[in-house]
């Protein structure tokens, strides 16, 4: 009678959950399969995507309900780093094989409780000189830097020039820079009558209050918005946005842009390289890393499925070809 007269006052005094379910975690270390996809369903010999070649790619499968919502990654030689947007770090070792191993799971610190999504939305990642780990989260706006295997916090910060970024256009996109300075990129983060998305150029570590930083924005074509960028040898970025609509779903654009130079406040705009649209494989591509193999520059890409049965989570590779040089947008005349 005892446990029942408790049980009861518990259910009268503690409100009912009426949100959003838990986020799923791991249970245990997933096996993870490779099933080898073609760039062009239709035509699998055809390998040409604007000055990428297609290597190969793969639809990755895991036997736990936490596994994909893959939303950034690193890639070191063959191990490759997967954060989806639920604060799960998967890594596994790949080769030539497409067959992964070695296979680890964590879940990383946040500033929320971990009950819902939202409280450990991480969107981006970049690694440090230092070896240390930059990840954004968006709907928290702020920034954490972690040790090399993020298993533990450094420091943290929300920097105020991300204050009032719209909770879920945030963070979304974050590239290391040669010269130590490191690039955020809002999802669509914009003010009206100001041309492009809110970005952040900071001097140096993000979490540090002392290092200098200032705001710029970046227009990517009509109707994409930013999900990851990473930058190039010659100093340029290459920026992925995706655009969402019922006639075709997702399309990904690859856009060129050139970061050198960037001046506060100023608006860049940038050049299509390439685009992931019928007849192309197509689907919600969030992450991009860049490696070197063998002296050619290597182009990775993944796929957030939002762990739905519609949408898979997708990694492919290619080799870079020669880019375009630098180029300046022509201005648009005012119409009369």
């Known amino acids: 009678m005892r446990v029942l007269f408790v049980l009861f006052a518990v259910l009268l005094l503690v409100p009912g959950w009426s949100g959003s379910e838990r986020l799923p975690l791991y249970a245990k270390v997933p096996t993870i399969t490779a099933e080898r996809v073609a760039l062009y369903p239709k035509n699998s010999k055809r390998r040409d995507l604007g000055p990428f070649t297609y290597l190969g790619g793969v639809v990755l499968r895991g036997n736990d309900p936490a596994f994909g919502g893959f939303s950034s990654m690193h890639v070191d030689g063959d191990r490759f780093s997967l954060l989806s947007d639920g604060g799960s770090l998967v890594q596994f070792t790949m080769g030539a094989d497409w067959t992964p191993r070695d296979v680890a799971v964590r879940e990383i610190a946040g500033p929320g409780t971990g009950w819902e999504k939202r409280d450990r939305d991480t969107e981006s990642l970049a690694v440090r000189p230092d070896g ?11 920034i954490w830097r972690f040790n090399a295997d993020l298993s533990r916090p450094l420091s943290h910060a929300a920097p105020r020039l991300m204050a009032e970024w719209s909770a879920n256009s945030g963070a979304e996109a974050m590239a290391q820079l040669h010269d130590g300075s490191v690039i955020v990129l809002s999802e669509s983060n914009g003010k009206k009558g100001r041309r492009g998305y809110s970005a952040i150029r900071f001097l140096g570590d993000p979490t540090d209050p002392r290092t200098p930083r200032y705001g710029f924005r970046y227009a990517p074509p009509a109707s994409f918005v930013n999900t990851d960028a990473v930058q190039l040898p010659d100093g340029r970025l290459l920026v992925l946005t995706r655009r969402t609509r019922l006639k075709d779903f997702f399309t990904t654009g690859i856009e060129l842009v050139d970061i050198r130079g960037v001046r506060p406040d100023q608006s860049l705009r940038g050049r299509t390289l390439a685009r992931l ?21 290597i182009l990775w890409l993944a796929t957030d499925d939002n762990q739905s049965m519609l949408q898979r ?24």
């Open 277 to 297: 649209a019928p007849p192309t494989l197509h689907d919600n591509f969030e992450a991009m890393a860049l490696t070197r193999e063998n002296g050619r520059l």
């Open 132 to 142: 240390s780990v930059l990840v954004g989260y968006e709907r928290h706006n702020q």
């Open 313 to 336: 989570s997708l990694l492919l590779k290619f080799a870079v070809g020669p880019l375009p040089e630098s180029w300046k947008p022509k201005p648009k005349r005012n119409r009369r």
